[in-house]
């Protein structure tokens, strides 16, 4: 059986969002529901980070490495169960707790959850792990490029919510070819206007974090600037359809699996140029 949770924080201090075009992430990143499966992954140490790695199934493997960057809810199973996923079609998939075993369900269960931790403060939470993140993530692609680089090995990079911006920050450097997000968060212009290449954004009509006038003004950062991107939109869903969907809802479903569909042909495409 799924287990559905939800979480409200109303009650604290809001980080302020008048810059950004997908704001830090709140009450609507901590809802969803937990999924059904076994991982198949194991866990190394990374650049000091432990890291899940997926590997193809024999005789699959495409030879490219795809990186992944956690939303709020870290490594869990759902997180472990869409990298599987991804190295199900060929890919060697890493990806890094930069929670650091601390990710926000440890803190609250459901929004009633007044005694796991009651002295929980969500903003001192992500302000904590922001800089953790802001200052590993980088250290640990370079560690993971340096260990499985090779001739003819591609990156590719994927996040959600939380780990958009680091998807981002790698499009505007060299070691990734390719990148997707879906549901982001903590996005400002910058962001799109420094990438060099290709993105996909995998979004939901209805999204309090990245609403229409800032998907739109994202859009026109994109175009006006010549960037190469897809932009893939549902409508019916809401922010945390990629990762937290109900598999119950046969919409729902269908929309997780094709906003993971959607991720894995664009990076075939350009991982085969």
Not at 11 to 30: F, I, V
Not at 52 to 74: A, Q
Request: charged residues 25%; proline residues 6%.
């Amino acid at each position: 059986m799924e287990q559905h949770f939800s979480a409200s924080f109303s009650t604290e201090p809001e980080t302020p969002t008048q810059d950004y075009l997908a704001k830090p992430s709140g009450t609507c990143c901590l809802e969803g529901t937990i999924h059904q499966g076994e991982p198949r992954g194991r866990w190394e140490t990374i650049a000091d980070v432990e890291t899940y790695v997926s590997t193809p199934p024999p005789g699959k493997e495409n030879g490219h490495v795809l990186l992944y960057f956690p939303d709020v809810w870290g490594m869990f199973l759902n997180g472990l169960l869409v990298m599987d996923a991804f190295a199900d079609t060929g890919y060697l998939v890493l990806g890094l707790d930069y929670f650091r075993g601390d990710p926000v369900w440890k803190h609250r269960k459901d929004r009633h959850d007044n005694t796991t931790d009651p002295n929980f403060d969500y903003e001192t939470w992500k302000r904590k792990h922001t800089a953790f993140a802001d200052e590993a993530v980088p250290k640990w692609v370079q560690a993971v490029s340096a260990r499985y680089k090779g001739d003819g090995v591609k990156f590719a990079c994927v996040g959600y919510c939380f780990g958009a911006p680091y998807v981002c920050a790698e499009l505007a450097r060299d070691t990734v070819a390719i990148g997707a997000f879906a549901h982001p968060a903590f996005l400002k212009e910058h962001h799109f206007e420094n990438i060099k290449k290709p993105l996909l954004l995998s979004c939901s009509e209805t999204d309090h974090t990245f609403d229409l006038s800032s998907r739109r003004r994202a859009l026109d950062i994109l175009q006006q600037g010549g960037k190469t991107y897809h932009y893939q939109l549902f409508s019916g869903v809401s922010h945390g359809f990629a990762l937290r969907g109900d598999p119950s809802d046969p919409y729902q479903r269908w929309v997780k699996e094709q906003s993971l569909e959607g991720i894995i042909r664009w990076f075939d495409y350009w991982l085969a140029q």
